[in-house]
């Protein structure tokens, strides 16, 4: 629950959203993975576990461990919006957590390839996260900006690539998850219940 004051107007979208993350989640912090032995040894290993498919994990993606979002070198220069969308999208695995336990979230997010190829519980934990990646997109970005084609195929790689470990490789079953979530929002808005508001 977030109120946009006249005091907090000029706050960055994205700073505010955090603030409403620290209220769900009271030890939610964003260290970088540079600065992190943890995040530095993962990235070895997962070097290793895709033989080099998984090169970005430094530079380029956003883990989330317990309550701690590890960011890339990018996240510095990341604009507010792109940086909002992300943090929605991590907002799922912080709920997924919840929801399911640690046990399970640090199986999932600790052993993230294994199985190595073939991994339908952690692909469909993954997708709930992506499902809010372009549903958020659309809210922030436009509904064109959602089915554009370079999100789309960016998002059914994180399932078909090394990036995940090539974790769900059947490339027409993420597109029809995709299309699902473009229909849901073509409902959503038909039902005129979703407008330009900022408030998640
Ligand atoms: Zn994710």
Known sequence: MSIVSEETSGTPLSDRFIAELQTEFPHFRIVRKRDSVLSRAIDVVLKILTFGAQRAFMTHYHTVLWDTLYVPDRWASTPDVAR????????VHLRQRRRYGDAVMTFLYLVPFFPLGLAYGRARIEWEAYAETIRVTARYRGSDAARDPALRSHVVAQFTSGSYGWMWPFRKQVD?????????LDETKAKGTTGPAPEA
Do not use: G
């Not at 909002?84 to 907002?91: A, D, F, K, Q, S």
């Not at 029809?176 to 849901?184: K, P, Q, S």
């Open 176 to 184: 029809r998850w995709y299309d699902a979530v473009l229909t849901e």
């Open 84 to 91: 909002l969308i992300t943090l929605h999208h991590e907002r």
